[in-house]
């Protein structure tokens, strides 16, 4: 963990206490259902708009940090999205169209831009210790977070959630102007080479791989956001109730926080698509665990197969595809990814809905094939490397080296 810079420890601090205060959008849909007396399809629509905002954020986010630098997206779409929360209890009910998907957006930039600067920061060989030391803050944060908003909500209103998060959004940022300086930007900034190719030109010339994990990430996202969606709804049908899905997500959480940094630290020298496909795989068997039926002891099975394979697949994803970056695209390398890694909060519901609705004994099944193919495609390319892997190697061995002597 010597290798993680300083610059990312402070990050990750300021992330945990950001999402310390993120609990806005886990209450939303109450709160438009409740506060603002909307129904469920006009709550949904809203909700969903946003939802579609916070993927386009992530998507496209890196962009802007390829072209004004990481730290000035990072505070601009703090500052942008921190306003927005903390104005949005005294709005009109229209104008949540425009101001919700508007901070979601700013959000999703936000987001790529930390996986930006930590790519930046760490250098190629260690990034995987970096992202899981990024993830570790984030996911420790949000563990704390719906629980201290249940708490405002109850005690207070609503209301209060959003402006807490936005008041936290912005003092992010103002932490994050203090402890990020300008310097690292500017000089990214200046070093594009002229012979620079574009974003789907090095993508087929520098990793190939990546046209194949991309989608494949997509495909398990969707999956594995069904757990949010159909599995509650699932779980209820059968008679097992909210008390046991609330200690499946523990499960989840508690389970990430003690392992993912350890088994990161483990496998850091292993190949990593092989790791992210047999995570991807782990996933698959996850969902597939509750083909027999609605058991305690299947959910519990299916919570631990899908929380290996996150742990397995979800850094050394982040960080490959950080390694497989030019400089002078790493914001959209990272935009990609964190796109790809987040579409499932747009995809599961109205997908996993749909084939809950029409056939439920399909969904299960159905999700552990996808998730099993993709992970194979992953496979495939990881070995489809085989024979240049030893000159990556070697050229990796040598930049860090002279990392090192720069450092």
């Known amino acids: 963990m010597r290798a993680v810079p300083r610059a990312v420890w402070l990050l990750s601090a300021g992330i945990f206490v950001n999402m310390l205060v993120a609990f806005t959008f886990v209450y939303l849909f109450v709160y438009l259902t409740s506060s603002r007396g909307l129904s469920v399809t006009e709550a949904g629509t809203i909700a969903g708009v946003g939802g579609v905002g916070l993927v386009a954020g992530n998507f496209t986010g890196g962009w802007f940090g390829d072209r004004f630098g990481h730290r000035r997206t990072l505070l601009t779409g703090s500052v942008v999205s921190g306003t927005g929360l903390v104005a949005l209890p005294v709005l009109p009910t229209a104008a949540l169209l425009l101001v919700l998907p508007l901070c979601q957006y700013a959000a999703g930039a936000v987001r790529a831009a930390n996986s930006a600067l930590v790519a930046a920061a760490v250098p190629p060989g260690s990034r995987r210790q970096g992202f899981a030391v990024m993830r570790f803050a984030a996911n420790a944060g949000f563990t704390v977070g719906p629980p201290l908003g249940a708490l405002i909500a109850t005690r207070f209103s609503y209301g209060w959630l959003f402006l807490a998060d936005g008041l936290g959004t912005l003092l992010f940022a103002a932490y994050a102007s203090r402890v990020l300086t300008a310097e690292g930007s500017r000089a990214q900034r200046a070093a594009v080479p002229a012979d620079a190719t574009g974003l789907w030109a090095a993508l087929r010339t520098r990793r190939p791989a990546l046209l194949v994990l991309l989608p494949a990430i997509v495909v398990v996202d969707t999956v594995y956001r069904q757990q949010y969606s159909t599995l509650p709804v699932f779980l209820a049908d059968h008679g097992i109730g909210t008390g046991v899905y609330g200690a499946l997500l523990a499960i989840n959480g508690g389970a990430i926080l003690c392992l993912e940094l350890p088994a990161t630290l483990a496998l850091r020298n292993r190949a990593p698509l092989r790791i992210i496909g047999a995570g991807l795989l782990l996933v698959g068997l996850g969902f597939a665990a509750l083909v027999p039926g609605a058991f305690t002891l299947s959910a519990v099975a299916m919570m631990l197969l899908v929380t290996a394979g996150e742990i397995l697949y979800k850094t050394p994803a982040t960080a490959y595809v950080a390694d497989s970056a030019p400089a002078h695209l790493q914001g ?34 159905l999700c552990g094939v996808l998730a099993a193919l993709a992970g194979a495609a992953v496979l495939v390319a990881s070995r489809h490397r085989t024979a240049g892997r030893a000159v990556g190697a070697e050229g990796g061995a040598v930049s860090r080296a002279r990392g090192e002597v720069r450092a």
Do not use: D, K, M, N
Not at 336 to 361: D, F
């Open 332 to 365: 959209r390398f990272q935009s990609l990814y964190a796109g790809a890694s987040i579409s499932g909060t747009v995809l599961a519901p109205p997908l996993g809905g749909a084939v809950y609705e029409a056939a439920p004994g399909l969904l299960w099944p």
